[in-house]
């Protein structure tokens, strides 16, 4: 028997066919609504890429074609138009039963759920919780940010926290979500040191000799940014890419090995520019500035998320991070 996974964790039936996930469901009527990859991608915060990758999968598991793709817009095939509804239903369902269970188990527990990616879970958010006196039990959820948002979207956690940049379309669907801007930040390129403490791998324009280059997924929102950071000076540097990951800790795990330079957020790296771990790759190198953003829900909530979006409000209109 095959199961539904909502998780994106990946399994198998018995008889060897992927077991089907939620998200393929929802991806299929996004598109289905819309009648275009592009805006239903978006919809869906994933690249088109990917979001191609998982309608393929889901019609893999269905044995048919469910999407006509010759036609503008998209329209549905007749296998298509047959499973519309069954698709409906039983996102419907599943969402409505989740909610019944979750509200069962939870009920009278004061614990908050944050999630949030992996970059601001390891120094920003212990910092910032104690920065607002949070009192309540957190549970963190670290995780890449298209699942964090999911998770806020369909009331996984009670709380998102993300970058945003000015170069990067805006990584939460704003409707239905409220967000405050609670600490700025910088993408800043930095490198290990030599002995002497200066930076092992400098980085100068027109260097005749590459420069081993530590990055981000192409489509990790840091990726994107420093794309973009890159993309307005696309000849002053010779970099050389030697390392990826979707992981902020990764690329600054590799730094300070002193495997190449990068650009990290500076509050990621702060210890590791006071110890002396890191330093600038350079002078007067290309910056990003970033900001971090809280999102909850719109409507009303528990005492203990008003209570924390209070203190949250009162600490960013301070200007305390």
Not at 23 to 51: C, H, I, M, Y
Not at 88 to 109: C, F, K, M, T, Y
Not at 232 to 259: H, M
Request: with cysteine.
């Amino acid at each position: 028997m095959c199961i539904f996974r909502a998780d994106g964790a990946r399994g198998r039936c018995s008889y060897g066919i992927p077991a089907l996930e939620l998200k393929w469901l929802e991806d299929f009527l996004a598109v289905a609504n819309s009648g275009n990859f592009s805006r239903a991608a978006e919809a869906r915060n994933v690249t088109q890429p990917a979001f191609s990758r998982r309608l393929k999968a889901l019609e893999t598991w269905i044995g048919v074609p469910l999407l006509d793709r010759g036609s503008y817009p998209i329209t549905l095939t007749p296998a298509g138009e047959k499973f519309l509804p069954v698709a409906e239903r039983v996102v419907r369902d599943l969402r409505s039963h989740r909610e019944d269970v979750r509200a069962s188990s939870i009920a009278g527990r004061a614990m908050l759920n944050f999630a949030m990616p992996h970059s601001l879970a390891v120094d920003f958010f212990p910092l910032w919780w104690r920065a607002i006196g949070g009192k309540a039990t957190v549970k963190v959820i670290a995780d890449n940010l298209h699942d964090c948002v999911e998770l806020l979207l369909h009331g996984g956690c009670q709380f998102l926290l993300c970058y945003r940049s000015e170069v990067v379309p805006n990584p939460v669907i704003a409707s239905g979500f409220t967000g405050i801007a609670i600490a700025r930040d910088a993408l800043i390129a930095v490198s290990a040191p030599d002995p002497s403490g200066q930076p092992r791998h400098r980085l100068v324009p027109d260097n005749k000799e590459a420069t081993p280059f530590l990055n981000y997924a192409p489509d990790a929102f840091l990726g994107k940014v420093t794309a973009s950071l890159l993309s307005a000076e696309p000849n002053r540097f010779n970099l050389s890419l030697s390392y990826e990951s979707a992981f902020a800790e990764a690329v600054r795990a590799q730094t300070i090995a002193g495997e190449g330079i990068a650009w990290l957020p500076r509050k990621l790296i702060e210890s590791d520019l006071r110890e002396g771990w890191l330093v600038s790759a350079g002078g007067s190198l290309p910056e990003a500035a970033l900001t971090i953003w809280l999102y909850r829900a719109t409507q009303k909530s528990t005492a203990n998320v008003e209570s924390i979006w209070a203190a949250a409000t009162a600490l960013a209109n301070a200007g305390a991070t």
